[in-house]
């Protein structure tokens, strides 16, 4: 596939990032913690946002990896750049809210930070879930044309809530991974990047695929790899994932948005985004063209 890298493609393809990331949450929550045997057997092949499932959703409404990913944008929004502390601030706020789904990792680091103010919880064995990569896209947009940063701020985000290894290599490698994608680069470059990984970290090796798709950070990782380079198209890869089951929706989000930035805006199917609140798309549109404004790929101060 070959794409081109101009600032207007690129912010094209942030939006669609975004945009991913959101219909693959909507799209999986309704099956979430199923099998994909139940799947089948109540619904065979699911190919629209139904909503339903255990948190009873309205078709199209949002979870926690889209609302966190907000929280995160709107904090380097409102800093005009990032903000660690504004980010933990806009965590908290949200938890305040109650919101319909938190994952327990998640709510007993904001909980630390709105506690003790403490922006970085303790390494801990068990935080090696997935609930600081599905939350990477607004970082990876705002860091664009800077790794160093990439890594810095991933890591921060990251650990106000999980500190583990696996992690934060996760979050450090789909960020490099939707940035490359971002910026038109082909599946076999972002398949030596994920090869980079599996050398660092052996436990990501996805082939062959396990069938696991539950929220440790290995497993979703190994599944979103999996999907991602076995489909040919932004909707055949959202729909198999989430017939997974497992962690649906948040297998769809992280799969939505490295599918966004890699496919771009037209492959996403226009059913599935008039599902979404307009509010939230009108947001998402906005956030997503200033994380690029604010990136230094677009204000020219771009770093290895």
Same mark, same amino acid.
């Given at each position: 596939?070959?794409?081109t890298?101009?600032?207007?493609?690129?912010g094209?393809?942030?939006?669609?990032?975004?945009?991913?990331?959101?219909?693959?949450?909507?799209?999986?929550?309704?099956l979430?913690?199923?099998?994909?045997?139940?799947?089948?057997?109540?619904?065979? @092949?699911?190919?629209?946002?139904?909503?339903?499932?255990?948190?009873?959703?309205?078709?199209?409404?949002? @979870?926690?990896?889209?609302?966190?990913? %907000?929280?995160?944008?709107?904090?380097?929004?409102?800093?005009?750049?990032?903000?660690?502390?504004?980010?933990?601030?806009?965590?908290?706020?949200?938890?305040?809210?109650?919101?319909i789904?938190?994952?327990? @990792?998640?709510?007993?680091?904001?909980?630390?930070?709105m506690?003790?103010?403490?922006?970085?919880?303790?390494?801990?064995?068990?935080?090696?879930?997935?609930g600081?990569?599905m939350?990477?896209?607004?970082?990876?947009?705002? @860091?664009?044309?800077n790794?160093?940063?990439?890594?810095?701020?991933?890591?921060?985000?990251?650990?106000?809530?999980?500190?583990?290894?696996?992690?934060?290599?996760?979050?450090?490698?789909?960020?490099?991974?939707?940035?490359?994608?971002?910026?038109?680069?082909?599946?076999?470059?972002?398949?030596?990047?994920?090869?980079?990984?599996?050398?660092?970290?052996?436990?990501?090796?996805?082939e062959?695929y396990?069938g %696991?798709?539950?929220?440790?950070?290995?497993?979703?990782?190994?599944?979103v790899?999996?999907f991602?380079?076995?489909?040919?198209?932004?909707?055949?890869?959202l729909?198999?994932?989430v017939?997974q089951?497992?962690?649906?929706?948040?297998?769809?989000?992280?799969?939505?948005?490295?599918?966004?930035?890699?496919?771009? %805006?037209?492959e996403?199917?226009?059913?599935?985004l008039?599902?979404?609140?307009?509010?939230?798309?009108?947001e998402? %549109?906005?956030?997503?063209?200033?994380?690029?404004?604010?990136?230094?790929?677009?204000?020219?101060?771009?770093?290895?």
């Amino acid at each position: 596939m070959t794409k081109t890298g101009t600032i207007h493609d690129i912010g094209e393809r942030a939006r669609a990032a975004f945009l991913g990331l959101a219909v693959g949450d909507a799209l999986g929550a309704g099956l979430e913690f199923m099998t994909p045997g139940e799947i089948s057997a109540k619904y065979g @092949t699911v190919q629209e946002i139904i909503g339903g499932g255990w948190l009873r959703l309205k078709p199209g409404q949002i @979870t926690d990896d889209t609302e966190m990913s %907000l929280c995160i944008a709107r904090a380097i929004d409102r800093a005009g750049g990032w903000s660690l502390q504004g980010v933990a601030e806009h965590f908290a706020a949200w938890l305040k809210a109650r919101p319909i789904d938190v994952g327990d @990792t998640c709510r007993r680091g904001i909980r630390h930070f709105m506690l003790k103010g403490v922006l970085e919880v303790p390494y801990n064995q068990w935080d090696a879930g997935n609930g600081a990569c599905m939350r990477m896209l607004p970082v990876a947009l705002h @860091t664009l044309g800077n790794n160093r940063l990439l890594e810095k701020y991933a890591l921060e985000q990251a650990r106000i809530t999980h500190n583990h290894p696996l992690s934060d290599a996760a979050c450090v490698s789909m960020g490099r991974l939707v940035q490359l994608a971002m910026m038109g680069c082909s599946k076999t470059r972002l398949r030596r990047e994920v090869e980079a990984l599996l050398a660092r970290h052996e436990n990501f090796r996805f082939e062959p695929y396990r069938g %696991l798709a539950t929220a440790y950070i290995v497993d979703t990782m190994q599944t979103v790899f999996h999907f991602f380079f076995k489909t040919r198209g932004f909707e055949q890869c959202l729909v198999a994932i989430v017939n997974q089951g497992g962690d649906a929706d948040t297998t769809g989000a992280i799969a939505g948005m490295l599918a966004g930035a890699y496919y771009g %805006l037209e492959e996403i199917p226009k059913r599935w985004l008039k599902k979404l609140d307009k509010r939230l798309l009108t947001e998402i %549109l906005a956030l997503s063209d200033r994380m690029i404004s604010l990136s230094p790929l677009a204000q020219g101060t771009t770093r290895p």
